[in-house]
Structure formats: C-alpha cells, structure tokens
C-alpha cells in the first residue's frame, strides 16, 4: 500500500470510528474479525450522513484485511446500506405481500407527491428520501414504513402527515 493510501486510511479511520469497530470485531474469534463488516459498513455510514463511498468501503477491507470486492458484495447486497447522498430520513416503505394488498402502494404514491421526490431521491430541503424495501417484519401492521430505526405500521396518508410532521 502507497503512503498516500495509508494517510488516507488513517484520515478515514479516526480513532472513535476504530474503536466502535473494534467492539464489534471483539464479538469475533480473532480469525474471523471480517464477521464485523456489516457493522463495520453501518458506522462508517452513519458518520458519512446515511451514505458510503467506494473511499469508506476500501477503508473497511483495510481495517477488517478483507478484499476490497468482498466488502462491495455487502454493501450492494444488502438495501440498508446507500451508495449515493440520502435525506436526514430515510422513508424505507415495505413492498412485501402484505403491505401491498393493504396499501402499500397507495402510500408510497401519497409520499412521492407529497415530498415531491421518486424513490432514492432527496427532498430539496435535504430532509427526506423514499425507498422502497422488501419486508419489514411486520406484516401484522401492514402497510408499514421504517424510519431511521422506528418502525411505522398501519399507515394511512393522515398517520404519515402526523409523522412528518413530528420529525426534525
């Protein structure tokens, strides 16, 4: 690795970052300290305002000395990790069975007119972003909607008003 990578690396990977890592790599025999890359990718996430760079993912595979293209593989597979700018929320409205035969659908439509925004784009105040995702776990509410870390079932167009509403 060049000298100019490394300072990159360092300069990516403060020292708070490294240690929220480190406790997850610590739930991980030594051997297999690449087991926190899904953590690994959510912190670096969350301090870069909801979102990854190919910049944060190489300093993952650095810092869990795993290939660059294996970090890459989680990152596009999984649909809570985001490759491009989001808003301060992140609307992630479920399109599984449930949610669309009560609703979904019509939700999702009542939010991309409302925010004026399709799906994975950001609100021109940089507030929200709409996406839709697979399942959410709850079908017994559905139709549901995960915002941040809160989870939003039995949603109508007036609970959703409500909820925007009540959001910084």
């Known amino acids: 690795m060049s000298l100019e990578q490394q300072k990159k690396f360092e300069d990516i990977l403060t020292?708070?970052?490294?240690?929220?890592?480190?406790?997850?790599?610590?739930r991980y025999p030594a051997e297999q300290k690449q087991s926190a890359v899904m953590s690994a990718l959510r912190i670096m996430q969350e301090?870069?305002?909801?979102?990854?760079?190919?910049?944060?993912?190489?300093?993952?595979?650095h810092y869990?000395?795993?290939?660059?293209?294996?970090?890459?593989e989680v990152a596009s597979f999984y649909s809570?990790?985001?490759?491009?700018?989001?808003?301060r929320h992140k609307i992630c409205i479920c399109n599984s069975i449930s949610c669309m035969l009560n609703g979904s659908e019509k939700i999702?439509?009542?939010l991309q007119e409302k925010l004026g925004v399709g799906l994975?784009?950001?609100?021109?105040?940089?507030?929200?972003?709409?996406?839709?995702?697979?399942?959410?776990?709850?079908c017994v509410g559905a139709p549901a909607a995960m915002i941040g870390k809160q989870y939003y079932e039995n949603l109508t167009p007036e609970v959703l008003d409500k909820i925007l509403k009540d959001l910084d």
Not at 120 to 138: M, N, Q, Y
């Open 64 to 72: 869990l000395d795993m290939p660059r293209i294996a970090v890459y």
């Open 15 to 26: 020292v708070p970052i490294c240690a929220e890592i480190d406790k997850w790599v610590a």
């Open 80 to 87: 809570m990790y985001e490759h491009q700018p989001v808003g």
């Open 47 to 61: 301090e870069n305002g909801g979102w990854l760079t190919n910049e944060l993912m190489d300093a993952v595979a």
């Open 108 to 110: 999702l439509g009542y």
């Open 120 to 138: 994975g784009e950001v609100t021109d105040d940089g507030r929200f972003t709409i996406k839709e995702v697979e399942c959410l776990g709850a």
